[in-house]
Every structure is written in structure tokens, then in C-alpha cells.
């Protein structure tokens, strides 16, 4: 049996506003989903809710590992546990660097029971990890000494979360728009290495479980998906294969909104109370 | 009013009586009268004093602490800054009273001076003489400078002569027991190109004892000298704290003084650079980390007396609770000091929308061909950088704890001495709070 991310009828607010309106999806150990959808349908929001964040108030619903709802988790225990999310725009932590900041995450989150100040993983297997990971990444050696995001271009940031899930080794990992920023090479890169550590051969040879969420289809080239979500309206409306993903990124939405007129209904009307807030 | 209710412990009978065991040349003498004549006629400052418009010090009772008559027994706290260190000699102090101290023969055989300043004055009075009548901290400033150099005890001395190079760290010692009081004053002289690292901290005997501190610190670098001074006071967030600070900078000599402002209930100090030769050049680093309720107000003073000086000062504060510090900083550069390049900025991070940081950096400028820049800026931890933090295996504490390591980062960077970045980073980190 494999290990498994169930999402049950998920229900999400933030700052009292609801924006998920349940959300059901399960994704095995080994899977690759992409999670499609119009912008403002709930799709990051769907991700921080299960990274934990406290500012998204889960409403109704559960999210179980393995069984075990872990709603009530902070995002410490659910990255200990082995979640992931590579951020859209991750945040800057000027001061630490990339290679600091890397070791205490790795030595957390492979060792879940650390306390901290508690030892670390050895320096030298560290390193030799990371400058391996970084070379898959062709990154240049430097960047482990950069302070984490902290003045990194989009591209930088979206390589260094993709570095990040290297040495994390997550059992299952949200990519909220890696691609986006990415010119056409780094893309390509991207999408191998997300492929390659995806299939554990960069790792210690366990397959992850990937919950991709992209507009474009050159992330799912080296990475197709096994399942389709199309989100709308903060529910997801349809899943299928990967002929779903190829037609949303060649068609768009208008068959889908067309399909399901309740939903659609509820984008417009979060679509309009956003520009009205704006 | 204020200066009737302040004196009760401080009575001409205690200062008689202090005066009475005292061992020491006349002119000492005479400098201590006059400034006890005028602690006598000065007030408490004020909230009226624009000095003291943001410090409030109507809580301070100086009635409740009395004249340091001897050591009492206590526990000795741990020392941070010398820990791992090779050190040539060391002090430790009581409430100014003088316990304990080694001085390594390699040195005191080259004529470097070392150890409490009262044994040292008493052995070596003509010699210490002219620098005491430098007063480079004014006796007569105001109460708290006053009441210092009337009655100060203990102390420590540093004297390296002409061209001797220390080049093994010492370090001072000072602790505060409960209740207790402290009148140190620290004296560090290097002749022309001398050279020397002074590793200075303070400790409350345990985290919760109260005491009062009333110190002055002049540091001496005469030409061609270079000198790291590294004053690290880690007081428990009950002790009342009142400094005057000066050094003076002569031509091509170098100074770097780093500041550790982490406890004390109530600080109030003035930390002033005087470049007194020309291209001296001195470097000031701050690192204030506060909680509760501490109010840490640093007055700093980069004055260029000579031309081709450069001065370069960054002081950095992270407040938790609802902790208030104060920077006031003033570049002031004589008509003179043509050729002038200095710095000054304050960064402060915010752990609590309840701290408050003041940061007012000011200018006073005379020649006319100077670079004298200035910059502040305050920010704070956010939950969105604690939550990405998180999301890869911190704790939320472990995530502060790094967020402010590195906040602070920049100005460790500026300090060559590895065991006080390590002694720093260490106290920060037991300081810090949950948020």
C-alpha cells in the first residue's frame, strides 16, 4: 500500500473570506498530478492550506497522511512529516545562507525528532550532497553562500526551491508554478530535475508524490501527469489524463466554465469582490 | 528636589568614609572632590533634558543602592567573550571591587600595564596622571558622570608602551551582585603604534537580580596604535545602566569598538569616537537585542577633530516584547577635518508589533570637503517568512532565532574576533522569547 496524501472535502477561508469549497484529491506515493485552473481559483491556496499556513483557515474538511488527519499540525511537523511545497515567490532571509539555511532544514526534516540545538548532519556528507545536487541544477558553486532569496532573480528562486526538494527528499511535494519566470531552457532543466528527483534516482531512490500546478505544459513534458485536476471556483471540477492538461493549455477554460455554470458562477463572483477590494 | 531624594545613600559620611580608605595620590584626591562637590549641586536628569526627553528614569531611586564597600560572596556567573580564547591576562570584579586578575609575565615584562585601576593608580600615579587630567569623559557633565568620578572603585587598566604589540586578547570581567552596585571605570591606554584586543563584559550574578551600574570607559589610542575593544554587557533585564564612553583616535592609528547591549532594565550611554589625529580611522559596531519591557537608549558621538579621518559605525537592534531602544547618533566634523569619510546607520528588526525602535541620526558638519553619509532602516519578522521557514523542518523559535542571526549578520561580519561573534550570537540566542 502506498503512502498516501487524501484531501476530503476541504473547505478554506482567508481572512474570513471562503475561497476552497471542497476539495477532494488523493494522491499516492509515486503519482504525478497537475493541478490546472483560471488565476484566483484557489490553486495556491490549496497548497498553503496543506503546507499549513496559519493565515488560511481550513473551514471543513480534512487532510490525512497516511490516515492520520493533520489539520491541526503546524507547517514544522507536516515538512518533518514529509511534505513540501516549492513556492511561487518564496521568501528572503537575508543574513543566513543558502548552505546554512539548507543543512538545519535537511538535518529537521530527515531526523523529524531533532530538538534544536541538537547536532546537525555532518558537514562533509552535507556538502558532498549539496554540491552534487547543485551540479545536477548547474548552479555555480557560489550560490551556497548567497543569503537565502535574498535578491535571487525569479529564475534563481524557482532553481534553489527545486534544490531545496533535492535535499529534502519530500514523500510528497507541491510545485505552485515552478515554470512560472523560467525561460525555455531553465524550464527544460526544471522539469528533468523535478522528474529526476521525482523518480528518486538523484535521492535515495524513493518516488515522491507530485502535485504540479502550472498554465503551461513544458513542466509536464518530462513529467506527465497520471491525473488532471482542472480547479474552478475553489473546487476541483474535472480530473482526467493528460489529454485534459493538453487541451486546458491549448484551449483554455471555456469548455470547462461552459460545463460547470455553478462554479463558474462562483469565479466571477470572487473574481468581482477581488477587483472591488482592489 | 530630585538631587536631595537621590543622595541619601550617597551622604558626605559615605563619601567620607569611602575617601577614608582610599590610598591614593592627591591629585586623584582632588579630582574626586570636585566631582562629588558637583554631583552635590546637579539634579537627576530629566524628561526636560533633551538628552533625556526619551529616557525615563523617574522609577530610578538612586536611594536604594549605596557606596560599594566591599565584595560580597556570590556565584560566579559564566563568561561568554573568553571562552576558547588564548588570553594573555584577565580581571574579575565584584561590584567594582577587584577579586581576581592574572597577567601573563610575557607581557608585564615588555611595561604593559594590566589590572585594577585603584592597585595600578596607587603603584603608578605619576605616570597614569596626565591621562586622567585629559578627562576624556567630563566629570562635571551631569550626575551620573559625576557621581562615576567621585567614587569610582575597582576598575580596570590597560597601559601598552611604545610600539609593544599584545597580540594574545584580555579580558575584563565585572560582575553585579543583587542589589549590588558597580562605579567602574575602565582606563585603556596604547602608546604610539601599540597594539592590544581588550575583551570586556558584564553579568548579573543570576537573571533576576537588580543592581545599578554607573560607569565611564576612555580609551587612548594614541598615534599609530591599533585597538579592538569589545564591550559586551549581558546584565540581567533588572539592572539600571549609566555610562559615559570616550576614546580618542590619534593620526594613523585604528580603533574598532564593538558594543553587546543586551540587558539592563534601563540603559542610558554615551559612546563617543573622537578623531583626534589625522587619517585615524575608527569602526564602531552595535548589537542591541532586547525583550520585555528594557529601554536601551545608546547616544553615539563620531567626532572629526583632524582631516583624512574615516569613521564608520553600524548599530543593529532586534526588540521582542515591548522593549524600546533609542539611537541617536551625530557625525560632527570640525572645520578642519577636511577629507573627512563617515558613516553611520542603524538597522532595527522588529520581533513584536509592540517594540519600538527610535533611530535619529544627525549631522554636523563644518569643512566643506567631506563624504559623511547616514542611513536607518526598520523592518520586521513577518509570518510569512517564519511560515516558509517552517514549511522546510524549523520550529518557529529555531526560525526566529535564525531570522534574527541573520539580521545581525552584517555586523558580525564587520567583527574579526571569532569568539565574541560566537559569544554574541550565543547570548542573543538564549534571549530570544517566543513571539
Known sequence: MPETLKI?????????????????????????????????????????????????????GSIELNGENIVEWDATQRSRAGIFMAFQRPMAIPGVKMADFLRHATTNVRNPDRKEGEELIPMRQFRKELTEQMEHLRMDKEFARRYVNDG???????????????MLRPKFAILDETDSGLDVDAVKLASESIAAIGQGTTGNGDQMGILIITHHDKLLERNAPDFTHVMLGGKIVET?????AQELYTEGYDRVRAAYPDAAATEQAMTEKDAIAN | MSSMLASASFTQDAFDAFMATRDEPGWLTDIRQTAWSRFGELAMPTSRDEEWMRTDIRLFKLS?????SEAPEIQSPRALLAEGVELGGYTVSVDSHSTESDFSEKWASKGVLFGSLDALVAEHGDRLRPYFERKLVDPLFDKFSALNAACWSGGNLLFVPKGVRVDEPLHNFSILSDGGTDLGKTLVILEEGAEATLLAESASVDEESGGLHCGSIELIVEKEARLRYVNLQNWSNSVWHFAHQMAHVGANANLQWTIGALGSRLAKVNQRVALTGSDAEAQVNGVMFTQGKQHLCYSTHQHHQAPH???DLMYKAALQGTSRTVWRGMIQVD??????????????????????????????IEADDVRCTHGSTSGRVDDDQLFYAMTRGYTRQEAVRMIVSGFFQKVFDRITIESVREALGEAIGQRVRDI
Open chain 1, 8 to 60: 476530503t472535502d476541504l473547505h478554506v477561508a482567508v481572512e474570513g473570506k471562503p475561497i476552497l469549497r471542497g476539495v477532494n484529491l488523493t494522491i499516492h506515493r509515486g503519482e504525478t498530478h497537475a493541478l490546472m485552473g483560471p488565476n484566483g481559483s484557489g490553486k495556491s491556496t490549496l497548497g498553503n492550506a496543506v503546507m499549513g499556513h496559519p493565515g488560511y483557515e481550513i473551514t471543513g
Open chain 2, 335 to 364: 572645520k578642519a577635518a577636511q577629507q573627512t569619510n563617515a558613516y553611520q546607520r542603524n538597522d532595527n528588526l522588529m520581533l513584536a508589533t509592540t517594540a519600538r525602535a527610535d533611530s535619529i541620526p544627525g549631522l554636523e
Open chain 1, 152 to 166: 535571487f532573480s525569479g529564475g534563481e528562486m524557482k532553481r534553489a526551491e527545486i534544490l531545496q526538494m533535492a
Open chain 1, 240 to 244: 482526467g489524463g493528460i489529454e485534459l
Open chain 2, 64 to 68: 536604594k543602592f549605596s557606596m560599594p
Open chain 2, 309 to 311: 579621518c574615516q569613521s
